[in-house]
């Protein structure tokens, strides 16, 4: 399996060691002043194992298009591994990620087809939050934790939805 995030040229998507200094920069900033700061971890295996790699790694630098244009100038959008990506939120608490999220899965798949298995559920994207508001988590790396294991839960369930920790 191909890395399609990485295939698609810069685009304003972080490499993994520019996003992960970006969230210890980030989340030390909202510590000292007080601001919330959230994570949106975005798992596209779901969707690469429905549509397959060939149909993915096509729609790999449009689906990057179309979260830039979800999130403000602000935010930052990274690489993590394989198909996922990372969406950091400064002065943003855990509702705003939601909202995120929710637009995110309505809209990164617009323009890919449903494959021909049979399988009429939705294609979507597993989706994980977590958010650090006043001192709930210590470590820029336990929100990253936090937001990983949010999204293990959302595929282990099965089902497409979005989970914050």
């Known amino acids: 399996m191909s890395d399609a ?4 040229g810069d685009g ?5 060691p520019q996003i992960r200094h970006l969230l210890r920069v980030e989340f030390a900033r909202a510590q000292r002043y007080g601001y919330p700061v959230a994570l949106v971890l975005i798992d596209f295996a779901p969707v690469r194992r429905r549509v397959g790699d060939t149909v993915f790694d096509a729609e790999a630098a449009g689906i990057i298009t ?18 996922r990506l990372l969406v950091l939120l400064p002065h943003t608490a855990s509702d705003g990620a939601v909202r995120l ?6 809209s990164l798949l617009s323009d890919t087809r449903p494959p021909a298995d049979g399988d009429d559920a939705p294609l979507a994207p597993a989706i994980g939050l977590a ?18 294991e949010s999204l293990e839960q959302v595929e282990g369930s099965g089902t497409g939805s979005v989970r914050i920790l």
Request: proline content about 0%; aromatic content about 12%; cysteine-free.
């Open 12 to 16: 304003g998507v972080f490499s993994l």
């Open 101 to 106: 999220a929710r637009r995110a899965s309505d």
């Open 131 to 148: 958010s650090f508001e006043e001192g709930t988590i210590l470590f820029f790396d336990a929100l990253l934790e936090a937001a990983e």
């Open 5 to 8: 995030f990485a295939s698609t």
């Open 66 to 83: 179309r979260l830039r244009e979800l999130v403000r100038t602000s935010d930052y959008v990274g690489r993590t591994e394989s198909d």
